[in-house]
C-alpha cells in the first residue's frame, strides 16, 4: 500500500513537529478546492490534563487530544465541502509508530474507523530533530492499520 504526499505538506508538517517539541503536535491534510493543505491543531492534553488528571492522565508529551479548532474541518469534511486525507501527530522522543492509544482514538465503539479514508501520520522527534515519518492506512481486509508507504509527490 501507498500513500502519496506532497513533499510541501510533509515538510509543513515535519516544522510543526519540531516547533511543538517537547510537546506532541496534531493536525490533519485536507483537500480543499482542488488544493492539499496542512491545518495545523492545537494540542489541549496539557489543559485537559491540568483539569482532571484522572481522567486524562496524560499530558502533551505523551498524547494528543485536537482543539476545538478541529470541529469545523471534521463536520466540512461531513458535509463534502472538503476531503480528510490525513490526520498527523508526533511522538517526541519515542518511534513513530501506531500505539495502542492512536488505534483507540481512530476507531469508533464498534472497533470500526471512524474515518476509513484518512491515513493517520505519525512522526519521530528527538531533540527537536525528525527522525522518522510513518503512515498507517485502514486495511478492510486485515480489520486493522497497516503501515503504508509514503510516495512524496
Known sequence: MTFTLNKSCLAAMHAHAREAYPDECCGMIIERDHRVEI???TNVQNELHAQDPDQFPRTAATGYMMGPEA???LIGGERGELRLLAIYH???QREAYFSQEDRKQA???RGEPIYPQAGY???SVRNRELRDTKVFVWAAAARDYVEAQICPS
Open 39 to 41: 491545518v495545523r491543531v
Open 71 to 73: 470541529a469545523p474541518i
Open 90 to 92: 508526533s511522538h517526541p
Open 107 to 109: 476507531l469508533g465503539a
Open 121 to 123: 501520520i505519525v512522526m
